[in-house]
């Protein structure tokens, strides 16, 4: 991984540009796997960097998140938040544990996979509201838990996928579905950060702060801006603009050695 003071200034500057514009006009204020794809391709991080880097991001972004929608977070169903929280410690805590095990090639297969699968759901699927939204139960903490163990292994929290889920699936109103994913989402960088600091804790170093901090702050600032002009039309169009660039940049993490 390259020094922040050693980097290019050109990527430097257009990597949290991309990343908060895209992720801001589609709604996406945690869940930036698009980091860790450009973080690859134009910074010349490694596959294990790039991931740490991005926990940290995920991490000090939920708290934003949470201090912006905390009195909304707290009206959610109590039992269900609850095993949510624990659920997403818990699979995260997993999935980091896996991640320590893995040879780096399995880490670049199962980003290209996850990146080609939320290009396609982008482009192809469309979430629609049920017709009488049901409450949220304690059932739903199995899908924080599964998508918590994606999170620990390549700190992707899938809400592109648990938010239809919840849905479509659960048949829970939008905003609910939205809150409980990003309260399994922020537990989930939570715990994959502590399984990090107990199992491996020398490779959270004072570089993977530096940059994730860096990150952190550009990003916040871009998203910040673009939340002024959001509509609903730049998310359609800037969702179908991505959606194949997703696929094509997942074909390549798998054709990578």
């Known amino acids: 991984m390259p020094s922040l003071e050693n980097a290019a200034v050109l990527p ?13 006009s589609i ?14 391709f134009f910074l010349k991080f490694g596959a294990a ?25 707290r009206k959610l169903p ?12 818990l699979g995260a ?11 780096v090639r399995v880490f670049l297969i199962v980003l290209g996979l996850y990146a080609i699968l939320v290009g396609l759901r982008l482009g192809l699927v469309k979430i629609k509201p049920p017709a009488r939204p049901a409450e949220a139960k304690p059932s739903v903490a199995w899908l924080s838990g599964i998508f918590a163990v994606l999170t620990g292994l390549i700190s992707a929290g899938g809400k592109p996928f648990q938010v239809p889920l919840l849905v479509m699936g659960v048949k829970l109103a939008p905003p609910p579905a939205y809150l409980l994913a990003s309260l399994g989402t ?12 107990l199992l491996a804790p020398g490779a959270l170093n004072g570089s993977i702060f530096l940059w994730a901090v860096y990150f952190y702050v550009a990003i916040t600032a871009v998203a910040l801006i673009v939340e002024r002009f959001w509509t609903p039309k730049l998310q359609q169009v800037v969702t179908y603009l991505i959606a194949p660039l997703l696929v094509l940049a997942g074909i390549r993490l798998l054709m990578m050695r």
């Open 93 to 103: 805590a997993l999935g980091r544990w896996i991640a320590l095990q893995l040879p």
């Open 12 to 24: 430097l500057l257009l990597v949290p540009v991309i990343v908060g514009f895209v992720t801001t």
């Open 78 to 89: 109590r039992q269900a938040a609850w095993w949510v929280i624990a659920a997403a410690l």
């Open 27 to 40: 709604k996406s204020y945690i869940d930036r796997i698009f980091l860790v794809l450009l973080a690859l």
């Open 186 to 197: 922020f537990m989930a960088s939570l715990g994959a950060l502590g399984a990090q600091l």
């Open 49 to 73: 960097q790039a991931i740490l880097v991005n926990l940290v991001v995920m991490f000090l972004a939920s708290l934003f998140f949470y201090a912006r929608n905390e009195s909304a977070l």
